[in-house]
Each structure stands twice: as C-alpha cells, then as structure tokens.
C-alpha cells in the first residue's frame, strides 16, 4: 500500500531494487524504492557485489524501515552439506537484523530457514525456474509467501499463472537477462568452475558463441526493460516489480526506480536516460509480448558506454536527499495556562509526543491550527510528510515559532527513533532430524537415451531403469519392456495445459513412473499417482534438500552434477543417490533461439551447432518450447567406476549417439574397461 502526493491510497505492485553496496541502498530508499534486496557476505547470486556483513548489515535494515522500505536477504544459491553451520549462522544474522523476508533457491535451505525461523516470510528465488501454475501452487502449500516468477513468461503467461494461485507474484521489469533460464544454466560451472548456481557466474554467454564461427556472442541478449509495460503487468496481478543489478552502479539503480517509480504514478518516465546508464545496444521486452525473435539479442558497445558518462553526474543528484514517503498524522494542543503538546502518528502505528511552552496571550496574532501547520509541515530532508492536522487551539493564544518549530523536531526525532528500531524475528536454530539412512545397496546402472532407436535390439537385463524422453514415448507409444521405462519430463514446458493432457495420456498408456526436473513435476506426478523419480534439474546438493524431495514423494534422487564426488558421497541416504556418470551435458536450456538469429525454424533443421573463441561446437537441439546448448567434451568415468562405488545407481546421458555407440558406452561401464581420448570428468575431482 502505497501513498502519493494527492494521499488517497492506492493499491499499487511494489517496486523492488537491488543494492550491492551501502551506496545503492540510498539511491534506492531515496528515489523512491519501496523495497531492496541485498545479500550478506556469502549464500548469494552476487557474490562479487559488496554486500553486507556484522553491524553495517543490521545498520542498512535499520536505515530501510526508518524508510518505510522493506529488506529482503538473498539467500538464492545452492549449499554444500559442508556448510551448513555458515548457513545457519547467516540465517541468525539475518533474524536479528529484522529483515522482512529471505530469497530462496535451495529446497533443503527452504526446509532449514522454516525449522529456524518460523515466522520468516520465505519468497521464492527465480533460480528456482518456476514458470508454470503448478510450480506457484506447489510452493503454496509450502507456505512460500511469494514466488519470483521466471523471465521468460509473457503477459499472458504472467496472467494466466495468477487466476491459478494465490500468492504474491514478482517478476523482472528491468535489467539483465540471462539467455538461460535461471537455475537451470551450468555453463559457468562446467567450464570454468563458477557456478551460476552458487553465486559466481563468469556471465560466459557475453562471450563470443556464434552460430557461423566468426566470433559474434550469439547468447547476449539485451538488457529487458518492461517499464512502459508495468501497467499491463499490474493488470496481468504482479505484486511486485523487480529491478536487477546488485553489481550495477549506484547512479543504475537510482535511474532505474526513478523510471518505475513516475511510470507508476502516471508520468512519463526518461527512458532515453535510462538506456544511456546501461544497455547492451538498447533493451528489449520480448519475453513478456511474446516477440523472442532475433531483436532480443545485443551487445554491450562503445557507444552505449560513451553514453553512460554522460549521465552519471546528474543520476547522483537524485538520491541526496530523503524520499517523503511516509505520511504523518499530527494533533497539536494549545490550552491557557498548560503547556502545549504535539504528537505525531505514523501508519505502522508508531506515537511520539513532545511538549512546548505554555502560550502567551496574543497581543497581535493569535496562533491557528492553519498558521501551525506551516511550521508542522517542514519535514524536509526526513522520509516524513504531513497528511494530517488535528486539534484544539483555544482563541487568543500565541507560541513562538521556535518553540513550534522545536516541538516539530523534538517529534521527528522521537519518530525516527522509534522506526529504526531493530525488530528481531525469532531464531530457533536446531537442526532437524534427517530420516533414517538406507543400508548400501549394489550399485546400478541407468540408461537415459534420446530417442527409441538408440536403445533397439539392446539387452536391458543389466540395466535397472531406461529412461526416455516423454515426447519420444507418446510418440512410440507401446514400447518393449514398458515396466522398465522412467518418463523424463521436460525440465521446461510453459503449456502447463498440453503438459497435462500428455501426462494423462501415458497414464492411459500404462506408464507409471516419471522423472521429476522440476518442483512443479511434484504436483502433477501426485495428482495422477505417479511413481516420481529426482533428475539432475532438481538441483540437489545438500543433504536436507535430499530430505526434503524423499518427504515430497521422491522414490530416488540423482544429484545435480555442479558437485564433486566427495561432496556427493556426503549426502544423506533417505532414498537411493545416484549421479550422472556419462554423456555430453546439458550446460543450458533457452527460450530465446541464437540460431533464429539467422533462421526461419521453417528452415531450420533443429540440431545447429555454436562455436566458441576456441574452435569447440556445442551442440544446439530444439526440443520445440526450448533449445538446449550441450557441453561438447564427453563426461567419462568407465575408468574411474570405483570412485562411484558409494551410489546406488549411475546414470549414462545419452543424446546424439548411435545405437552402436550406445551399446558400446554401456558394455564399457558394465566391464569398467573403456578408454578415451577426449573426454572430461565434469566437476568431480575439482574444488567446487
């Protein structure tokens, strides 16, 4: 609920900045945010922002209810077992300083925070890849309060979600955008051990990747800005409107809710500013109307830095002095013979009180309520403003304008006080039990192929699961040895509605069990009574996050592959652990196409290719709603299968491979014999 200068109150969205610095925090309170987003030290998507740490953290709270502005921590990044006792302690810190709501992006740190903070409102990060209305509502029933929603949604999309749900809906209205969908990009980490996923992405996708080989960065899309759209998205049922940047300049995040804040109060916003603060050759909105054509990729150019120094200076001036946002209701009594008294009263229920002198008998003119509330008034340079003045002035008095005017700070002294005091939200701090570990069981091995061909006339008696994509299953039908088949379902699918009919269809068919890649899977495969099995998507990699997925249903997990083998071997046994142990791997799934850049898809032959600055061509497959970039060095571990011992299953990933290869592949890792020339052991002998 917001207040504007005419004072009637308007349900309005909020408008939500990013701070990575004490700077940012005042260009976003003073211009006008009505929330910020900010990480401690560790456990947060930008881990090279300045961040906050110890007394200056609880300081900014402090300086941001003060404010009337919200803080909400990030704690949007996956967590080792290892460090848990970092997490909790970060977690403590953040209850102290009295922030209003954690970010999460990790289950098992979802499942955590609720044991240690019960009363903390939890949001749902947008590395959580939920795009969809089962997604919402499975996070409903976890008592999530708010979801941020996946960048890659329309308008339509946005609205549909919300006559589904209930809870609060954030989305992105400015900034960078990421070419992969947030959560389910592991190309930083694959190939250079800086994982998006924990906080460090070395933004990859800004370098050269081009579809014809000449050095072009054919993933660089340009920044999304959706301001001129933001009435439509408060229509489509957004509560709030996020700005990213927490690594952008104080001058950027001053620009941006300066712009949001007179779009939403109904003037024209300086989008030409705007864009001259930072751009990657303009910006685009192709997401949210539903135009992902080639428009939607640029690149950051000379030009759009020479635009920048331009306005820096100017930027500034707009958050040296404090935003009226907070509206004041004062009474003012003037009696003979008493001392006078104001008191003022803020929404959030906050009184304070100050006396004055006993009043004079006016010798010439008497002091009013009206002629009082000009010196009231002067609040400026405080986020207070007057909106209301009551009282009672017996006729004929007189105060001093001095003493008017002590009474006035003496109020917002006390006021200030008061709202900047620290409100802690209780911290628990135990650690909840985790469910009793299985026995060690014989290690299995698990075929995920690409198509029906790469697994015909193969002998699947050593083999515990096939795994098929479910597009390919419909599309066979029957299969042979049905009762062996796993459905994977896709990590993304935006037709919720066709995504249901298809699922209803393989029930029909007879199939029974399904490999869960996304929270959303968790909801369907129990209203249609599913056997649910963990794929890598789910972005496992803590014990309790394991724990969590067992109580939600999971027969079995396989660990996301962002981990190394002493890492993994750590977790928790609730239900049977595997991991990926072969294949060239999925690094990112995009809805916007870098080889529609240059091609119709009526000329397109779904499997391109894109070249990097060292030569190496990465697959590029259409799987219809999405594209999916892989890596081209071969996970390989036939080897090395005694450092697998510890996990119940093994998973090989096939794609592109041919039934020859494929039956080779596989009698290499039942024999424990294969050789390679080529290959990579992905993260699993490497700090993470």
């Known amino acids: 609920m917001q207040m504007i200068g005419d004072q009637k109150k308007i349900l309005q969205p909020e408008i939500l900045a990013p701070c990575g610095s004490e700077e940012s925090v005042r260009a976003a309170v003073n211009c006008g945010a009505d929330a910020v987003y900010l990480g401690q030290k560790a456990f947060n998507a930008r881990q090279n922002a300045d961040n906050f740490s110890g007394q200056a953290f609880k300081d900014i709270v402090s300086f941001c209810h003060l404010n009337g502005v919200k803080v909400y921590q990030t704690l949007n990044t996956l967590v080792f077992d290892s460090e848990l006792s970092d997490l909790k302690l970060c977690v403590k810190n953040g209850c102290e300083a009295g922030v209003d709501a954690f970010i999460i992006q990790d289950m098992g740190v979802l499942q955590l925070v609720q ?39 329309s308008l339509q999309e946005i609205h549909e979600i919300r006559q589904n749900c209930k ?5 992105f209205v400015h900034g960078a955008l990421c070419v992969c969908m947030s959560g389910q990009c592991y190309m930083s980490g694959m190939l250079g051990g800086r994982s998006g996923n924990r906080g460090t992405c070395a933004q990859p996708c800004r370098l050269p990747f081009s579809v014809h080989g000449d050095g072009a960065a054919d993933l660089s899309l340009r920044d999304l800005s959706a301001i001129p759209l933001l009435d439509q998205l408060a229509e489509a049922g957004v509560n709030s409107f996020k700005i990213e940047g927490r690594m952008k300049r104080p001058e950027y995040v001053a620009a941006a809710v300066t712009a ?5 109060n109904g003037k024209q916003p300086d989008l030409e500013r705007l864009q001259a603060v930072f751009s990657r050759s303009g910006f685009t909105d192709g997401y949210l109307t539903a135009k992902r054509g080639r428009e939607m990729f640029g690149v950051r150019q000379k030009e759009d830095v020479t ?23 004062a009474n003012f009594e003037m009696h003979t013979e008493r001392k006078a008294t104001l008191s003022l009263s803020d929404a959030d229920g906050n009184v304070v009180k100050a006396e004055g002198e006993i009043p004079e008998i006016a010798r010439e003119k008497a002091t009013t309520l009206d002629s009082a509330k000009e010196y009231f008034s002067k609040m400026g340079g405080t986020p207070f403003y007057l909106s209301e003045l009551t009282g009672t002035v017996e006729d004929h008095l007189m105060m001093p304008a001095k003493v008017l005017n002590a009474m006035r700070r003496d109020c917002v002294e006390q006021l200030t006080q008061k709202r900047s005091e620290i409100h802690e939200v209780k911290f628990i701090g135990t650690m909840p039990e985790l469910p009793t570990a299985l026995p060690k069981q014989k290690r299995a091995i698990r075929l995920r192929a690409e198509t029906f061909e790469q697994i015909t006339n193969l002998d699947t008696s050593e083999l515990e699961w096939v795994i098929l994509p479910l597009d390919e299953v419909l599309k066979q039908r029957n299969l042979p040895e049905q009762d062996k088949i796993i459905v994977e379902l896709p990590r993304v699918s935006f037709d919720e509605k066709q995504l249901i009919a298809r699922l209803v269809q393989l029930r029909n068919f007879g199939y029974d069990r399904i490999l869960v890649q996304n929270p959303s899977h968790l909801l369907l495969g129990r209203e249609l009574n599913f056997i649910l099995h963990g794929g890598f998507g789910l972005n496992i990699i803590n014990s309790y996050a394991a724990a969590f997925y067992q109580e939600q249903g999971l027969t079995d997990i396989t660990l996301s592959f962002e981990m190394n083998l002493n890492q993994a071997k750590r977790i928790h046994r609730g239900v049977p652990i595997g991991v990926i142990a072969y294949g060239n791997l999925p690094l990112m799934i995009t809805r916007s196409c870098p080889i529609g850049k240059y091609k119709n898809c009526s000329n397109c032959s ?18 219809g709603e999405v594209r999916e970039i892989y890596n081209p060095d071969t996970l390989y571990m036939a080897d090395r299968m005694g450092d697998l011992d510890s996990f119940d299953f093994i998973t090989l990933y096939f794609t592109g491979e041919s039934p020859a290869e494929t039956k080779r592949v596989i009698q290499e890792y039942i024999s424990g014999s294969g050789t390679r020339e080529h290959f990579t052991r992905g993260l699993y002998y490497r700090k993470v």
């Not at 306005?311 to 958050?319: E, G």
């Not at 499997?607 to 990465?618: A, H, M, N, Y």
């Open 307 to 329: 635009a920048a120094a331009q306005v820096l200076a100017p930027l500034r001036n707009l958050y040296r002095s404090a935003y009226p946002r907070i509206p004041c209701k």
């Open 606 to 623: 779904g499997q391109e290719t894109l070249t990097d600055r060292r030569g190496k061509r990465f697959a590029v497959r259409c799987q």
């Open 260 to 264: 949001c804040v007179e779009k939403r």
């Open 167 to 171: 809870a609060e809906l954030e989305v």
């Open 115 to 153: 044991e240690w903070a019960p009363k903390m409102p939890i949001h749902a990060s947008t590395q959580m890849t939920i795009h969809t209305s089962a997604g919402v509502r499975f996070l409903e029933e976890l008592g999530v309060k708010r979801v941020v929603l996946a960048r890659e949604l």
